[in-house]
């Protein structure tokens, strides 16, 4: 049990803005592994559409000469979040691997996390989730189905990583760098994204995220987040 | 004057303070609270589970001593242990055992091709996410641990043997120095 609380975990995610075609892929993936609820237009309109990982387009440069960048914006994961500091009733906490997580039974729906995020990346269930009963039958059973009056947000698919633990345990291994992806990364066609232990010197992210083309989002506020972007390169 | 009668007497001068009128509308209103009391507390106790053979647990655990997997399938392996079906119990039952009634009842159950559907008794609320393939099949802990006295029982429980509350969970994964994140279990 000590031999387990020394060993450090700290997941993050590396995501190359070189790579990304904006094809939407991740946001689709992470819908329907996380139970996602979709809103009707009208409320889509009022900023009520929910997406835990939302590919932003950015338009840089001056016309004539501009360039569009794409960039998939899940929970940053903050390792200083702002969320968790205002949240009243501790529904909102990050874990000991570094996860900001949101308890969902605990959550009381005042929305001081989400406008306490710079990222804009919790999201309010303004009612509760409506399915058709033929998607009724796709839900993930892995995840539960937020009700009306809740904040949701991305997990970092923390119910894979339980899982690739459970799997590994009852083979008798150590987890694998392979055995814990979002679905985001495993469904981005072009492994524009790229998952695993910051910590981990063997981990691909570990090397990705010191890279001189390394950048996080709004830097400057310290929220210190767990998500790199690498710039594209000119 | 027993403080009873105390009571009652103060309970009466209130009344009189009121007209007739109000005092209708105050015991109405009591009278409501009541009720309503009583319906929240029925419906947060977990109603009586019934179960369509009366299965004797003892008889099958103790003096055939069949394993729990027997029956609960999926114990070692599945988030859910499973329930036996018509099919499970016929691999003995096909004849009549014994001369019990029940006996002879799941017997024609099975011949008759009728489906036989077990209640779940232990319930967990939606938002807790609990695996018996962690526990049972990696931890190794035994089926009392969370079930009681479950596997001695010779009429099938109404009522869950133990409470499984997030305390009883949050005791065990104390002692044992486990994880205590919420995120563990509440997703």
């Known amino acids: 049990m000590r031999e387990r609380a020394r060993i450090v975990t700290r997941w993050g995610m590396v995501i190359d803005l070189d790579r990304c075609t904006g094809c939407v892929a991740c946001e689709v993936a992470c819908k329907s592994e996380n139970n996602i609820a979709t809103v009707p237009p009208d409320q ?55 996860t900001v997580a949101q308890i969902y039974a605990r959550c009381i ?15 309010f269930n303004w ?10 039958q796709h839900l993930n059973p892995d995840v539960s189905v937020r009700p009306k009056g809740v ?11 339980q899982q690739a633990r459970e799997d590994a345990r009852a083979e008798g291994r150590v ?11 495993e469904a981005c066609p072009t492994a524009a994204i790229v998952f695993g232990d910051l910590e981990n010197s063997t981990h691909r992210v570990r090397q990705l995220k010191d890279d001189p083309r390394s950048m996080r989002l709004m ?8 998500v790199y972007y690498l710039r594209p390169r000119e | 004057m027993s403080s009873r009668l105390a009571l009652s007497r103060g309970f009466s001068t209130v009344l009189t303070w009121l007209s007739p009128r109000r005092r209708l509308v105050w015991l109405l209103g ?3 609270l009541v009720v309503a009391t009583a319906t929240v507390l029925r419906a947060a106790r977990q109603a009586p589970v019934s179960q369509p053979i ?39 039952h096909r004849v009549q055992l014994g001369t019990s009634e029940e006996a002879a009842k799941l017997t024609k159950m099975i011949n008759d091709g009728e489906p036989l559907q077990f209640n779940k008794l232990f319930r967990l609320a939606d938002h807790v996410f609990y695996t018996h393939r962690r526990h049972v099949g990696i931890a190794k802990l035994e089926c009392q641990n969370c079930h009681g006295a479950i596997a001695d029982t010779e009429q099938p429980p109404t009522r869950p043997l133990v409470q499984i509350t997030m305390n009883l969970c949050l005791d065990c994964h104390r002692k044992r120095e486990l994880t205590v994140d919420c995120n563990a279990c509440h997703r």
């Open chain 1, 44 to 98: 889509a309109a009022m900023g009520r559409a929910k997406s835990w990982m939302k590919v932003v387009a950015e338009v840089e440069g001056e016309f004539p000469d501009t360039s569009l960048h794409f960039y998939p914006r899940p929970c940053m994961q903050c390792d200083n979040p702002p969320c968790v500091k205002v949240c009243p009733v501790a529904a909102t906490y990050i874990n000991d691997e570094g």
């Open chain 1, 109 to 123: 729906g005042c929305r001081y996390c989400a406008n306490a995020c710079p990222y804009t990346v919790k999201y």
């Open chain 1, 127 to 136: 009612y509760g989730p409506e399915w058709a009963d033929s998607e009724r």
């Open chain 1, 151 to 161: 904040i949701e947000k991305c997990t970092f698919c923390h119910h894979r990583l």
């Open chain 1, 175 to 185: 987890l694998r760098e392979e055995d814990y992806q979002p679905a985001c990364q």
């Open chain 1, 219 to 226: 830097e400057d506020l310290g929220t210190a987040p767990k």
């Open chain 2, 30 to 32: 009591v009278a409501v």
């Open chain 2, 54 to 92: 009366a299965f004797n647990h003892l008889i099958h655990t103790r003096d055939l001593e069949l394993g729990c997997e027997f029956c609960h399938k999926y114990v070692r392996s599945g988030a859910h242990s499973g329930l036996p079906d018509a099919e499970n119990c016929s691999l003995c």
